[in-house]
């Protein structure tokens, strides 16, 4: 059986998408794939960004895809995780969306939240453990600003002796090595 891609969706969403681009990206933005949740509400994806549905009706919030940390999907809850990138020490935000099926839309999100990453580069600080420098843009405009975060590996907290110098002094390191 053929699977036609969609071409049209709903009038309110193409709205809300182009409402959120124009005031945080300013300009529009096509929907390359986007899936109803159980709750009726969409979320979408374009070149430049995933649109999160919000509590307002009808709204959605656009998110750049360089941060996007990371998403995963449980299938057994049927819930799709996006996980949006935060300053250092403050938890990940993160967005429940439940939907039967995630199909075309959760291959978008992966193909560009991947796409986004340029480095990536682990930096030992005590031991094996130690801290992941990220550098990501958004894979729309290869010209944009790259946006730096690092994680600190499990079993590491922001308030051992060290650990975040440590962790500036990678990320400064790993950012002259690429000079970008």
């Known amino acids: 059986?053929?699977?036609?891609?969609?071409?049209?969706?709903?009038?309110?969403?193409?709205?809300?998408?182009?409402?959120?681009?124009?005031?945080?990206?300013?300009?529009?933005?096509?929907?390359?794939?986007?899936?109803?949740?159980?709750?009726?509400?969409?979320?979408?994806?374009?070149?430049?960004?995933?649109?999160?549905?919000?509590?307002?009706?009808?709204?959605?919030?656009?998110?750049?895809?360089?941060?996007?940390?990371?998403?995963?999907?449980?299938?057994?809850?049927?819930?799709?995780?996006?996980?949006?990138?935060?300053?250092?020490?403050?938890?990940?935000?993160?967005?429940?969306?439940?939907?039967?099926d995630p199909g075309r839309f959760g291959q978008l999100l992966r193909e560009r939240i991947d796409a986004s990453v340029l480095i990536q580069r682990h930096v030992p600080l005590a031991g094996k453990k130690g801290v992941r420098i990220v550098g990501r843009r958004n894979p729309a405009d290869p010209n944009d600003t790259v946006f730096w975060n690092f994680v600190l590996d499990k079993g590491l907290e922001p308030d051992q002796p060290g650990v975040v110098d440590g962790a500036e002094a990678a990320l400064v390191a790993v950012r002259d090595e690429f000079g970008i």
């Open 1 to 100: 059986m053929l699977k036609l891609r969609r071409t049209s969706w709903p009038r309110e969403l193409t709205e809300a998408v182009q409402v959120a681009s124009r005031h945080s990206a300013g300009g529009k933005e096509d929907i390359l794939a986007a899936v109803q949740l159980t709750d009726g509400k969409w979320v979408a994806g374009g070149r430049a960004a995933v649109y999160l549905p919000t509590d307002t009706e009808g709204a959605v919030r656009r998110v750049g895809w360089e941060k996007i940390e990371r998403a995963g999907w449980d299938s057994e809850a049927s819930v799709l995780h996006v996980y949006e990138t935060t300053a250092f020490g403050t938890p990940l935000r993160a967005t429940e969306l439940k939907v039967d």
